[in-house]
């Protein structure tokens, strides 16, 4: 399966400052239903195939995501969309412990 990378950007002068709550609320209004989580520096999320369509936002902290074997860093307020079946790979790798949200699609 080829998954192409949709990660979408916080925008400070549309979405106003990064907040918990205020990307909570985005992540919501678009049909997920959310979990708060933290993973301590240096952590890895080995390989997963993904049984559901879900979210994975960035609250505070860096996180390197892999999809399907493509990379990226996300940091805060940054979201990426994860279509089921896809690999995903999580690892922080920032010094600070990352607080994110992980959002299943429910409608």
């Known amino acids: 399966m080829l998954t192409v990378m949709r990660i979408e950007r916080w925008d400070p002068r549309r979405d106003g400052p990064v907040t918990e709550s205020a990307l909570r609320h985005k992540v919501e209004t678009i049909g997920y239903q959310v979990s708060r989580f933290a993973w301590p520096a240096g952590t890895i999320v080995p390989n997963q195939t993904q049984d559901r369509e879900r979210v994975d936002a960035v609250v505070t902290g860096i996180v390197k ?43």
């Open 65 to 107: 995501i892999t999809l399907d074997g493509e990379s990226a860093i996300l940091t805060a307020g940054d979201m990426v969309y994860i279509p089921r079946g896809a690999v995903r790979r999580v690892e922080v790798v920032g010094s600070a412990t990352a607080h994110c949200l992980d959002a299943i699609y429910v409608h």
